[in-house]
């Protein structure tokens, strides 16, 4: 196939702490706590999750303990339910946590021609929310299993997360018919090193110490974000309305 013909190329963004900061999984818990899903309890354990998320990064144990936590929380409750209350986060806490410069790489992927795909531990519906308000092609998220649109608290599959990642990432490029050697990949964890190392060009955003030391190892680029930039770009958007 000749390079003019070639599909576009794939940019892989993970979203915790890569394309936002934090954990997305925490804010829909805020949501979740404000609905009455789950209880005050509940809501402070997910603070303090986040608050060391955000400090060190995630690990094993804790990506685990959300985990079995939000799957608890979604139990008997109806998949449009979490697409409502994504739509509703977004709007009221994720835009205001978006790191404005990788949103704009991402941007810059999309006004080239390549496809731009989330790949990321949250929940699909989670996911698929972000990725269509963002306008960016898809998402590929951890999938809940639900039957007649209500959550068993089961998994399809595994949480979207480490190798997993890698797969479904070779899986997507197949299905485009795109060398991944042209793809570009974007995370902040030392977890994703099997996507990273999988595609052409890997980019760590703002890299736990494993990562770093990692990625400074094979020279590949970095993206270090301030806090500073978050709290321009809401700034700006104040001013604009």
């Not at 890569?18 to 954990?23: D, H, I, V």
């Not at 799957?71 to 739509?87: A, F, K, M, P």
């Not at 977890?191 to 890997?202: A, E, H, S």
């Not at 990625?215 to 604009?240: C, G, H, Y």
Request: proline fraction near 3%; charged fraction near 25%.
């Amino acid at each position: 196939m000749s390079a003019a013909a070639r599909p576009p190329a794939i940019a892989f963004f993970d979203v915790d702490n890569t394309l936002m900061r934090g954990a997305s999984l925490y804010y829909v818990g805020v949501g979740a706590w404000r609905r009455q899903f789950i209880t005050l309890r509940d809501i402070l354990s997910f603070g303090w999750k986040q608050a060391r998320f955000v400090a060190v990064g995630e690990n094993r144990a804790h990506l685990d303990s959300v985990r079995e936590r939000a799957l608890e929380i979604v139990v008997g409750h109806r998949r449009d339910e979490l697409i409502r209350l994504s739509h509703e986060i977004f709007d009221t806490r994720l835009t205001q946590r978006l790191w404005p410069e990788t949103v704009e790489v991402a941007q810059k992927h999309l006004a080239t021609g390549r496809e731009v795909w989330l790949i990321s531990a949250t929940a699909q519906e989670v996911a698929d929310v972000i990725a269509e308000r963002l306008g960016f092609t898809g998402a590929l998220g951890t999938v809940l299993e639900s039957v007649e649109g209500v959550f068993t608290g089961a998994l399809i599959g595994s949480v979207m997360h480490g190798e997993q990642k890698a797969h479904a990432a070779q899986v997507r490029a197949e299905a485009s018919g795109v060398d991944l050697a042209d793809c570009w990949a974007y995370s902040d964890s030392h977890n994703d090193i099997p996507l990273l190392n999988l595609v052409g060009n890997p980019v760590v955003v703002n890299p736990d110490a494993t990562l770093g030391r990692y990625a400074e190892a094979r020279d590949w680029p970095v993206m270090r974000l301030k806090t500073a930039s978050i709290k321009a770009a809401a700034r700006a958007a104040r001013t604009a309305r």
